[in-house]
């Protein structure tokens, strides 16, 4: 089959699945809907709006996607099927171009550090102006082992690579599995990592979770970090506290906006007004997490009379629906607390089982290996240059501005390039 023709059979089922959303009973009010809210109503964004309702959209108790319920409801021959099952694994992700042919792109993935080779389903005049050096945010999809282009969303200049590297870690963080998805070998390294830091973990604290304040978490986190880098075991003890009291509480920090989110990230949890228990814990098969109110959700289970603990509905609602926590925590607490779904279904008014609620509330995680965030960030190349580039931007000297620079002169900021190539692109 001719690339033409692979290209027109992909084209035909997006067109089936487009089709689908828009007249199927199953999604079609739901889409209608979907169009109101964001206000997409025609020409450019409502083609956005239908590639990110198919891509992104789940609905119905089991939170399924758009392909997924396409097949399930659609009479389909076997090649369209495939083709919806594959683009239910498309890869989303920020990409460097590395070259520019007749029908495609040479694509660097910026998450998962991996070169793609992709066939365009587009016309590649739709991207003219694009070139080598530029980041495009794409979703690219593996057929039959070859890789196609199925959209580009954004489009950031070569000079903008702060910008790249940013929203590349804001995916990781949103989506750590996006750093090994596609790539198995960088799934095995990361694997060892947590295999490893594991036993560390356990060597040096005695078992797999503590609680403390988030006043103390960075301090004694930072202490874990020097013992696996060089052995050093110094004294924490004075850095295990407790809250005055174990309440559930919004915490301002938590809302941060887009623009500055990693300088507060790495501001960590002391630099925050309020007063509440983090518990750091290491899971065995996903990593570290550093978890808020990991302390007050334990304590409504384990206290004769929960209903004492400020907000414990919203701590319980909190845990299950907030997607950076996992099955296997939930599964932890519930396998230490036996009133454990009791409560749950108390405060739920269900009568769900521990599998129910899990199926309910974190099937991305039963499908799906997720690794933490934390631990991932720790082997990705995209989160190591953006520090880079912080750390370059906070040292870099202040340029005398009064005075006129050559753009082939060399730049004021000592680098040794020349203006145009360094400060003064763009």
């Given at each position: 089959m001719s690339i033409l023709e692979k290209n027109d059979t992909i084209n035909n089922a997006v067109k089936q699945i487009v089709e689908f959303i828009q007249t199927s009973p199953v999604v079609k009010d739901d889409f209608n809907e979907y169009l109101k809210t964001i206000g997409a109503n025609n020409g450019a964004n409502l083609q956005g709006a239908i590639f990110t309702y198919i891509f992104e959209r789940r609905l119905g108790e089991n939170f399924e996607s758009i392909p997924e319920l396409f097949v399930e409801n659609s009479k389909l021959d076997k090649e369209t099927k495939e083709i919806a099952n594959s683009i239910n694994k498309a890869v989303s992700s920020i990409f460097e171009i590395k070259r520019v042919t007749k029908s495609g792109f040479e694509l660097y993935n910026i998450v998962n550090e991996k070169n793609y080779f992709v066939t365009s389903l587009m016309k590649m005049t739709n991207f003219r102006g694009l070139g080598v050096?530029?980041?495009?945010?794409?979703?690219?999809?593996?057929?039959?082992?070859?890789?196609?282009?199925?959209?580009?969303?954004?489009?950031?200049?070569?000079?903008?690579?702060?910008?790249?590297?940013r929203f590349a870690v804001a995916k990781i963080i949103q989506n750590p599995e996006l750093v090994y998805i596609d790539n198995p070998e960088k799934q095995k390294e990361i694997e060892k990592d947590v295999e490893d830091v594991y036993k560390?973990?356990?060597?040096?604290?005695?078992?797999?979770?503590?609680?403390?304040?988030?006043?103390?978490?960075?301090?004694?986190?930072?202490?874990?970090?020097?013992?696996?880098?060089?052995?050093?075991?110094?004294?924490?003890?004075?850095?295990?506290?407790?809250?005055?009291?174990?309440?559930?509480?919004?915490?301002?920090?938590?809302?941060?906006?887009?623009?500055?989110?990693?300088?507060?990230?790495?501001?960590?949890?002391?630099?925050?007004?309020?007063?509440?228990?983090?518990?750091?814990?290491?899971?065995?098969?996903?990593?570290m997490y550093a978890v808020p109110f990991y302390g007050t959700f334990n304590k409504i289970f384990e206290v004769e009379d929960y209903t004492k603990i400020?907000?414990?509905?919203?701590?319980?609602?909190?845990?299950?629906?907030?997607?950076?926590?996992?099955?296997?925590?939930?599964?932890?607490?519930?396998s230490k607390y036996p009133k454990f779904m009791d409560i749950v279904n108390s405060v739920l008014a269900k009568n769900y089982s521990l599998d129910e609620l899990l199926n309910k509330y974190k099937k991305r995680y039963i499908n799906n290996k997720i690794?933490?965030?934390?631990?991932?960030?720790?082997?990705?190349?995209?989160?190591?240059?953006?520090?880079?580039?912080?750390?370059?931007?906070?040292?870099?000297?202040?340029?005398?501005?009064?005075?006129?620079?050559?753009?082939?002169?060399?730049?004021?900021?000592?680098?040794?390039?020349?203006?145009?190539?360094?400060?003064?692109?763009?």
């Open positions: 050096g530029d980041y495009v945010v794409a979703r690219v999809v593996n057929i039959h082992n070859d890789y196609y282009l199925m959209e580009i969303s954004g489009v950031l200049s070569s000079t903008k690579k702060t910008q790249a590297y560390k973990f356990i060597e040096y604290f005695g078992k797999d979770e503590i609680i403390t304040t988030n006043k103390c978490a960075d301090e004694l986190i930072g202490k874990f970090n020097d013992y696996t880098e060089n052995g050093t075991k110094d004294d924490y003890s004075d850095l295990i506290k407790e809250p005055d009291e174990y309440k559930f509480f919004a915490v301002s920090e938590f809302n941060n906006s887009y623009d500055n989110f990693l300088e507060n990230s790495l501001g960590g949890f002391s630099s925050h007004k309020e007063t509440y228990d983090v518990g750091i814990i290491y899971d065995k098969e996903l990593g400020e907000n414990y509905e919203s701590c319980i609602k909190f845990f299950l629906e907030n997607d950076k926590y996992s099955a296997n925590l939930i599964k932890s607490v519930a690794i933490s965030s934390t631990t991932v960030l720790y082997r990705s190349s995209a989160f190591s240059n953006t520090l880079g580039i912080i750390e370059e931007d906070e040292n870099k000297p202040q340029i005398d501005t009064t005075k006129k620079i050559g753009r082939n002169d060399l730049c004021p900021c000592g680098s040794g390039k020349k203006y145009k190539k360094c400060c003064g692109r763009g």
